[in-house]
Each structure stands twice: as structure tokens, then as C-alpha cells.
T-cell receptor, first 111, second 112 residues
Framework: SQQGEEDPQALSIQEGENATMNCSYK?????LQWYRQNSGRGLVHLIL?????REKHSGRLRVTLDTSKKSSSLLITASRAADTASYFC???????????FGKGTKLTVNP | DVKVTQSSRYLVKRTGEKVFLECVQD?????MFWYRQDPGLGLRLIYF???????EKGDIPEGYSVSREKKERFSLILESASTNQTSMYLC???????????FGQGTRLTVV
């Protein structure tokens, strides 16, 4: 079964707005990762946050992790049309190294 | 740059054929993965390998097998292709111990 579940399934915003996507997971983790996928292509790693971290930044990306609630959020600030893609969270549940993904959030940024 | 290369971008096979999907990585990564991606279902893990000749089943291994004879190459085998295996297949690799994975460009397989 899939470990992570992203919310919402789809999100449509205007350029310049912020986009927030959430991920919930089921079991203990070592870290949580976010990936991006442009239509029909492979995934690209965005950011990794370790279980002992609460917040991490990378450029216009901000990720938070709440291990007590088993949830994470990805914030993209000042979005651009080029941010249009699907975003996935991924974890390695239960100490294994199997990387398990959620179903993704499809983000559309309108010019 | 890390490169993960999948042998085909598009593939059309007939029901009952034995199908091989090949994946090669050039960064000496220990871990390699095979996923399938279907609309509304996200990425589902088929098999995972953490070393040569070592493999673990993922969430949906039925109808698939894998082979890892060399560290850089991880093959996904559909023993007898069926139409419900029509999907996008993604290969990935990563170093050991909880680090980022690198993906190939995907193989869109159609079984007719």
C-alpha cells in the first residue's frame, strides 16, 4: 500500500500566488522527500527533510515536517507558469530503503 | 551528472510476449527501483534492489520479475505480458541510506 497521500489532488492558481501541497504518511520515517514530474517525464528530486528537522528551505521552496502528525507540506512561493507539474512526496517507511511515493498533486499555474 | 537510462521510450508488445525493460545507471548506486505509474494511482513500487543479485518485492510484484547481475543494470521482466500491464514504467537509482533518487525518462509500454 502507498505510504504517502498528497492533498489536494489538483490545484490551480495564478502566477505570483503561493501554492501549498500537503502529504500525510502512515509509519515512522527516516526522512521525507518531495519530487516534481513534468508531464510524461521522469521525476526530479526537489528537497529532502530528515525526521529530526522541522523546516527546510531551498530557493522558492519551503518544506515543513510534523512527525507527531505524520504530515509534511510543500510551499512554493511566487509561483510561475513553469512550476506547472505534478508534485509527489516520498518516504522510506519503517527503516527500509524502499522509496514509496504518494499519488501526487497536480499543480497548474496560470499565466 | 547522474544518468539513469531506460532502453526504450515507447514500446508496443503483444499479449503473452515476454518483455524486458532495461535500466542502466552510471553513478555506482547501490539501490535501484522499478515503478509503474497509472493515472490516479501515482507511482507504485514493483521491485527494489539494494545490491547485485539482491531484490525485494514492492507493493505490486505479481506478473513481474527482475534481474540484477551487474551493479549498473536492473532489468524488469514481464513474463507473459497482459493488457493490464499497459502503463508508464519508471526506473530509479540512489546511493544507500536515505538519500535522493534519480529517475530515468520512463518507458511507456502498451500491450495489445
Amino acid at each position: 500500500s502507498q505510504q504517502g497521500e498528497e492533498d489536494p489532488q489538483a490545484l490551480s492558481i495564478q502566477e505570483g500566488e503561493n501554492a501549498t501541497m500537503n502529504c500525510s504518511y502512515k509509519t515512522s520515517i527516516n526522512n521525507l522527500q518531495w519530487y516534481r514530474q513534468n508531464s510524461g517525464r521522469g521525476l526530479v528530486h526537489l528537497i529532502l527533510i530528515r525526521s529530526n528537522e522541522r523546516e527546510k528551505h531551498s530557493g522558492r521552496l519551503r518544506v515543513t515536517l510534523d512527525t507527531s502528525k505524520k504530515s509534511s507540506s510543500l510551499l512554493i512561493t511566487a509561483s510561475r507558469a513553469a512550476d506547472t507539474a505534478s508534485y509527489f512526496c516520498a518516504t522510506e517507511p519503517g527503516g527500509s530503503e524502499k522509496l514509496v511515493f504518494g499519488k501526487g498533486t497536480k499543480l497548474t499555474v496560470n499565466p | 551528472d547522474v544518468k539513469v537510462t531506460q532502453s526504450s521510450r515507447y514500446l508496443v508488445k503483444r499479449t503473452g510476449e515476454k518483455v524486458f525493460l532495461e535500466c542502466v545507471q552510471d553513478m555506482d548506486h547501490e539501490n535501484m527501483f522499478w515503478y509503474r505509474q497509472d493515472p490516479g494511482l501515482g507511482l507504485r513500487l514493483i521491485y527494489f534492489s539494494y545490491d547485485v543479485k539482491m531484490k525485494e518485492k514492492g507493493d505490486i510484484p505479481e506478473g513481474y520479475s527482475v534481474s540484477r547481475e551487474k551493479k549498473e543494470r536492473f532489468s524488469l521482466i514481464l513474463e507473459s505480458a497482459s493488457t493490464n500491464q499497459t502503463s508508464m514504467y519508471l526506473c530509479a537509482s540512489s546511493p544507500r541510506y536515505y538519500t535522493e533518487a534519480f529517475f530515468g525518462q520512463g518507458t511507456r509500454l502498451t500491450v495489445v
